[in-house]
């Protein structure tokens, strides 16, 4: 699929009133268009819509950027958050993307940065610029016939360690610490990851249990979600040490970069974090800062691929540890496969102390179980890298009709 000439954007019909699937259209070859709507996907009432892809408990949804090249490519990208303001932001950053290069898209992106500036980066436009990246480049790599993997550093594996990412603070009774860790302990996962920050004798308890039910070889992680200042981060740190904690995961707000130091050259148990970090600016502070011991971009929260494999290379550069955040719907899992799939291990290609991991969530998610018309495979404690050219998943047309809310 060469061409002389760079396909181009163009915008279709409009209408007074947008739909809630706004289109975008964009060309990526002559005689070949791309699409890209907003479709926003809720799950059932008390279903996957809390966990899959919403801010901490509002009830949120996830939303998909979806192309369509000349009616023999398609692509389909992951955005974050409520589906209301996804929409409108998508809105926003359309006029961008009119009429220029697919293969501009940094370009454009750097251009939509300045021009709105003023709204921030720890938000959906950062998100819905994620959709898009993750579908062009998907979109793109159907066109050529090979795996996105391929477009961003080639394919160093295609099972992919998985630890789950369960444990969460609930008032179901059906679904307390001792079902999620049980639920865990049945699979042949690297580990598991629970949350914690509710007090040193709480968070005791919860890792107590936890080592028990997950036995001594497993990984054991925690996540504090910012919940702690820096001395009771750190005494939270000696007192579950004995348990064989793997990392802690943001123990402190993520603007406290200080604290981050001060409590990194204290505690027994490496910190991880970068789910709130949004640029490759915060990124570097903190890697320059030796703040973390593992670097957690998002895909969706740092604006797409293009950026998490341009933090991924910083972190390791500095010899750091990566393991990208993962929290959201199929696409998004799909796209964090092939991102780590992408990626050398290091220091050592052939005997990495800490080879790389998938968080795959266990939260009752239907956008990650029912939104394919092939789930993710999930084999002996592995993700599988999906088959097939891009993004290697296709979205199965009757359940996205069933969580459309807009």
Known sequence: MRTACPPRVSCGPRTGDRPAST????????????TICSVAFAAPSGGAADAAAAPAATGGTGAGGVGRLGGAATGVGEAFGNPFVTREYFNMIEPFFIGKSVFDFEHIEARIR??????????????CLAAINV???????????VRVCDLIGGCARTRIPAYASTGFFSDDPNRQLGHMLKEAADHPYAGAKIKIGRGIAN????????????????????????????????????????FGIHWIEEPLPPGDLR??????????IPLAAGEAHHTIRDFKARIDGRCIDIVQPSVPGVGGLTEARRIAILAQASNLRVAPHVWGGAVGLATACHLIAALPDTPHTEHPPHPLMLEYDMSDNELRTRLLKQPLRLEAGHVL????????????????ERYRIC
């Open 23 to 34: 289109p975008l259209i964009v060309t990526l070859a002559p005689g070949g268009t791309v």
């Open 114 to 127: 300045n021009a709105m500036y003023h709204l921030g980066v720890g938000n959906q436009l950062t998100s």
């Open 135 to 145: 579908a062009l480049f998907d979109a793109i790599a159907r066109g050529f016939g």
């Open 203 to 242: 968070d005791v308890e919860r890792v107590r249990q936890a080592r028990a039910a997950l036995g001594k070889d497993k990984l054991l992680l925690v996540d504090i979600n910012g919940a702690y200042t820096p001395d009771l981060a750190l005494e939270c740190a000696r007192a579950i040490e004995p």
């Open 259 to 268: 604290g981050y130091a001060e409590l990194r050259a204290r505690s027994p």
């Open 385 to 400: 890298l999906p088959e097939g050219p891009g993004l290697g998943i296709d979205l199965d047309p009757a359940a996205v």
